[in-house]
C-alpha cells in the first residue's frame, strides 16, 4: 500500500518519537516548538491531500506549531531534482533512500529504522535506487 494512499501517525513507535517530541539527549530543535504549542495535538496524515514536488516523490505534510512535519514517499528510481538547503530530521520507515551533497562528500545511505540529520549546508537531495518505496518520516529545522 502506497503511503500516499493510506498512513497512520501510529507507525512510529512512542519510544521512537520520544527523543523528537520531549527532547530528549542533546538540545533539540524543535524543544521551543512543541513547547509553544498549549494543547495536545493528533496528527491524522491520512487525511491530507498528498502534495507532490518531483515526479515519483510525494509527501503528506502538515503544519506543526509552526514547524513542517512530512510522511514522504520516493517511488523506485525517482528522486528530487533541486538540492535543498532546508534542514531536516528524519527515520526511514521502509525501503532505502540515499541522500547525495552538493559540496560532494560521499553520500549517505539510509536503511529502515535509520534515522538521519541534514543540516542546511552541504545542500542535499534524496533518491530511491532500490525496487521498493522508500517511506519516511521528516521534520523541517526551525527557521
Known amino acids: 500500500m502506497s503511503l500516499l494512499h ?6 512510529l513507535s512512542s519510544s521512537l518519537a520520544e527523543p523528537f517530541l520531549c527532547g530528549a539527549g542533546s538540545p533539540s530543535l524543535l524543544r521551543g516548538t512543541l513547547h509553544r504549542m498549549i494543547e495536545p495535538r493528533k496528527i491524522d ?3 491530507l491531500e498528498p502534495a507532490i514536488h518531483d515526479e515519483g516523490v510525494g509527501d503528506r505534510e502538515a503544519d506543526v506549531g509552526g514547524t513542517r512535519w ?8 525517482h528522486g528530487r531534482a533541486d538540492w ?10 521502509s525501503g532505502a533512500l540515499t541522500y547525495a551533497f552538493e559540496d560532494g562528500r560521499d553520500d549517505m545511505a539510509l536503511a529502515p529504522g535509520e534515522a538521519f540529520a541534514l543540516p542546511s549546508h552541504p545542500r542535499h537531495r534524496g533518491r530511491n535506487d ?7 518520516f521528516i521534520i523541517d529545522a526551525l527557521a
Open 45 to 47: 496524515f491520512s487525511g
Open 70 to 77: 512530512a510522511l514522504v514517499e520516493y517511488a523506485p528510481g
Open 6 to 11: 493510506s498512513v497512520s501517525v501510529n507507525t
Open 84 to 93: 535543498c538547503e532546508t534542514p531536516h530530521s528524519g527515520f526511514v520507515i
Open 130 to 136: 532500490g525496487d521498493q518505496p522508500a517511506r519516511l
